[in-house]
C-alpha cells in the first residue's frame, strides 16, 4: 500500500524501496526458513514502510522475493512492476554485492554515480538494501552478510524505452532509483534525475556542446542544425529551471535551449517552470514587444485581448520573425542570468514543422 498523504493524491513508493524490500525479504527467508509477509523496511531518511510479498520462493541456498511497485497517484512508468530480489551466498570477506537480472539496466557510459560495467541499481537503493540485510543478520546475531543480490524487473527492458535510459548509455533495462522511498505525485522527481544525469554523462564525455529542448520537434532541428549525437540532448521539458540551476553548478562551455513560441515566451518572462499549471503567457508583454516593433493599432488591440501566445504570433505578420526573435533575446538574458555567465548561451525558437523563427546568441 502507499503511504498516507495529506493530499488527495496518494504517494507511492520508488524502486529502490521496493528492492530494498524484496531482498529483506528474500535475505529473512535465507537465515529463517520463512519469508516474512508484509515486510518491514527503515527508510534511509526516517520512518518505516511495509510491503506485501507478490513472490516468494526458497531455495536451498537462494531465495527470491517480489514486491509490486505502487507508485500512487504518480504517472509513473514502473507503476504495477513487479521488483524480484534474489539473495544468494557469496565467498566469505565478499560483503553485499549487486547484480543487474531480467530488465534491469547496465551502465556504459561515464558520469553517472556508478562505474561502467554496474548495474543500474543507484547509491540511494544500494545503501538501503545493504542496511537492510546488515540489520536481518543482527537479529539473530550474525555477523554482516557475504550476499550477492540480484534485482529484476520483468519487462523492464521494455518500459526502458519509455524513458531517458538509452540516452544516458543505460542499456537493457530500467534503473533502480531513490533518495528518499518514497514517490511524491507529479514531482517529476524521476525526470528532472534524468536532466542531471544527462549532463553528467555529456561533461563526462567531454561534450563542449548540449541542446535542452522542451519537446521532441525543437530537439530534432537543433541535433539536425548541429549533427549532435544523443547524449549531447537534454529532454528538458518544462524543467529549464532545473536544467539551468544544475549547469550553474556543473557548467559546459556552449548550451543552446530550444523549445516553441509559447514555452520560450514564459521564459523571456522570466519563468523557470513552463508547465501549464505553474506559469502563463504574458500577453501583455508580448503586445509590449509588438509595440516596440511598430505594429500597427490595428494589430495591438486585438493582441493585447488574445487567448495565447499562438494567436499573438499569428497576427504579427510581417513582423513574426522579429518578434521571435524579441523573445528569444529575452529568454537568452534570463538563462544568462540564472547561470551567472558560466556557459554561452544561444536560445532557439523552432514552430511545429521544425523550421526555426528565431536563434540568437550562436
Keep these: 500500500m502507499a503511504p498516507e498523504a495529506r493530499t488527495a493524491l496518494r504517494r507511492g513508493w520508488t524502486t529502490g524501496a521496493c528492492a530494498a524490500a524484496a531482498a529483506r ?24 514502510a511495509s510491503f506485501p510479498l507478490a513472490l516468494a520462493e526458497l531455495g536451498e541456498a537462494t531465495a527470491r ?24 551466498w557469496a565467498a566469505a570477506a565478499a560483503g553485499i554485492r549487486f547484480a543487474a537480472g531480467e530488465g534491469v539496466g547496465t551502465v556504459t557510459r561515464a558520469g553517472l554515480p556508478l562505474a561502467v560495467g554496474e548495474p543500474a541499481i543507484n547509491p540511494g537503493p544500494r545503501a538501503l538494501i545493504r542496511a537492510m540485510l546488515t540489520e536481518a543478520a543482527a537479529e539473530i546475531g550474525a555477523p554482516p552478510p557475504d ?16 524513458t531517458m535510459n538509452g540516452r544516458l548509455g543505460i542499456v537493457g533495462g530500467l534503473s533502480i532509483l531513490g533518495t528518499t522511498g518514497v514517490v511524491i505525485p ?70 543552446t535551449i530550444a523549445g516553441g513560441f509559447a514555452k520560450l515566451a514564459k521564459l523571456a518572462a522570466g519563468h523557470l517552470d513552463l508547465h501549464s499549471a505553474r506559469s502563463r503567457v504574458d500577453v501583455a508583454a508580448l503586445a509590449g514587444m509588438l509595440a516596440d516593433l511598430g505594429a500597427a493599432n490595428a494589430t495591438l488591440e486585438p493582441a493585447r485581448s488574445a487567448g495565447g501566445a499562438a494567436e499573438i504570433l499569428a497576427l504579427a505578420g510581417d513582423r513574426r520573425e522579429a518578434l521571435a526573435r524579441a523573445v528569444a533575446a529575452r529568454a537568452r538574458e534570463v538563462a544568462l542570468a540564472t547561470l551567472c555567465g558560466k556557459t554561452a548561451i544561444e ?13 540568437v546568441g550562436g
Design 25 to 48: 525479504a528474500a535475505f529473512s527467508a535465507m537465515l529463517a526458513g520463512r519469508f516474512p509477509d508484509p515486510v518491514a523496511i527503515r527508510l534511509l531518511r526516517g520512518g518505516t
Design 147 to 162: 550476499v550477492t543480490v540480484t534485482i529484476s524487473i520483468p519487462g523492464g527492458e521494455r518500459l526502458a524505452e519509455k
Design 186 to 255: 507529479y514531482s517529476c522527481a524521476s525526470w528532472i534525475h534524468s536532466i542531471h544525469r544527462g549532463i553528467d554523462v555529456a561533461r563526462a564525455a567531454g561534450l563542449d556542446h548540449i541542446a535542452a529542448a522542451t519537446g521532441a520537434v525543437s530537439e530534432r532541428a537543433v541535433q539536425r542544425l548541429y549533427r549532435l549525437p544523443d547524449h549531447a540532448l537534454i529532454d528538458m521539458g518544462d524543467f529549464v529551471g532545473g536544467t539551468l540551476k544544475y549547469l550553474r553548478r556543473h557548467p559546459v562551455t556552449r548550451l
Design 65 to 88: 522475493a517480489g514486491v509490486m511497485k505502487d507508485a500512487g497517484d504518480d504517472p509513473d512508468v514502473t507503476h504495477g512492476a513487479v521488483v524480484i530480489a534474489e539473495t544468494a
Design 347 to 359: 536560445v532557439a525558437i523552432v514552430d511545429r514543422r521544425g523550421e526555426f523563427l528565431a536563434r
